[in-house]
């Protein structure tokens, strides 16, 4: 599967793509439905509708690993929000809105 990431539109097209809800679907499974931050701190976090697939290493730094289990982890829209907020303060861009943050939350 080629993934092109370098548009919304194109971002959209692979978050919609057969390929990617398959496997979307198989990682929720494989993580038992629950948000592995919250975990983390002793919480448990399985609802579906505030569950999404994260890429670790971000989708537009590494779009080679788009479709690596690896690289796919679940988190509730909480804590995937602060994930992509911390990322934009490590790019020292605060005020910049991480557009990737939402293409995700799509699935
Ligand atoms: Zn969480």
Known sequence: MNIDITSHASRAKFYN???????????????HWECAEC???GL???????L???HIKPLEEHPELAM???NLQVLCHMHHDMK???MNFYHAQPKKRN????DERWD
């Open 68 to 70: 690596d289990k690896d």
């Open 39 to 41: 975990k983390r701190q």
């Open 17 to 31: 793509s057969v390929e990617w809800r398959h496997l979307r679907q198989q990682i929720l499974e494989r993580d």
């Open 99 to 102: 557009r990737f943050a939402d």
């Open 52 to 54: 999404t697939v994260d």
């Open 44 to 50: 448990v976090t399985t609802r579906d509708e505030v």
């Open 84 to 86: 992509h907020e911390r």
